[in-house]
């Protein structure tokens, strides 16, 4: 049986005094498309942090393809770097460099291509993320917020990871560029083949994309599975956020033969 792609256990995060997680268990396994909710405070943006080792956990042990992320030499450790990327929740994307720096950056950190195949490498993450080549000159300043964010998921694929980290892909957009970034999202997981793991608040987001859902709440996954499973916790939360009339409306508007 294969590894989970993310597989997180006994997680505990405290921020001075205060306990974010306790005895945390998450595992995702390949080919999902896992959206995790909770409050506002609850720790979802530090879950993903720690997830692709840029936070480490007070407590617990984060493996990511069956390897520790702070296991094995330096090459294993780079090597697994390179399959998972992420998208910010605002794009994070370096103002000093061009579009094309931008997303050329991680090909020349790794050292995995020359700069013939930099180039051509670029096109094809813009060309995937429906992007003109002639907006690879321009600055991060000069683009909208919806270039923004397929700018800085060119750049999360550029390394043609395997696992997909995104922190609110959908926040600031209007409905039209949200709808379609969405759509973006859920054909390259489809054409990819990509484990994908999103936090998201937007309902419409997680109604179009999920495949699975997990709770963060009283400072662990309260629960993991479809969300038809999930609207029938007895919990507040699951109560206020999907079982309101929003939650009612998105989930409805993105039901098999709703469109």
Do not use: Y
């Amino acid at each position: 049986m294969n590894a989970p792609v993310v597989d997180m256990r006994g997680i505990g995060t405290c921020f001075g005094r205060r306990w974010v997680h306790r005895d945390l268990n998450l595992q995702v396994t390949a080919g999902e498309m896992l959206a995790l909710v909770g409050g506002s405070g609850s720790g979802k943006t530090t879950l993903l942090r720690q997830m692709v080792g840029l936070l480490t956990p007070t407590q617990g042990q984060v493996r990511l393809f069956g390897q520790s992320l702070t296991g094995g030499n330096r090459i294993e450790r780079r090597l697994l770097r390179q399959r998972f990327g992420m998208l910010f929740q605002h794009g994070a994307l370096f103002s000093a460099f061009s579009v094309f720096d931008n997303i050329a950056f991680p090909l020349r950190e790794a050292g995995v291509a020359s700069p013939e195949e930099i180039r051509d490498l670029v096109a094809l993450k813009l060309a995937m993320v429906e992007i003109d080549l002639a907006d690879a000159r321009h600055m991060p300043a000069e683009l909208s917020g919806g270039m923004v964010k397929r700018v800085a998921l060119a750049r999360a694929l550029a390394l043609e990871p395997e696992l997909l980290i995104l922190d609110e892909p959908t926040a600031g957009l209007d409905p039209d560029r949200s709808e379609g970034f969405v759509t973006l999202v859920r054909d390259l997981h489809r054409q990819l083949g990509l484990t994908v793991v999103l936090v998201t608040h937007d309902l419409d987001t997680l109604a179009a994309l999920a495949t699975q859902v997990a709770v963060l709440a009283d400072q662990r996954i309260l629960a993991h599975g479809p969300v038809e499973a999930i609207m029938a916790l007895d919990h507040p939360f699951v109560e206020h956020f999907f079982r309101g009339e929003r939650g009612q409306r998105a989930l409805a508007a993105n039901a098999p033969g709703a469109q």
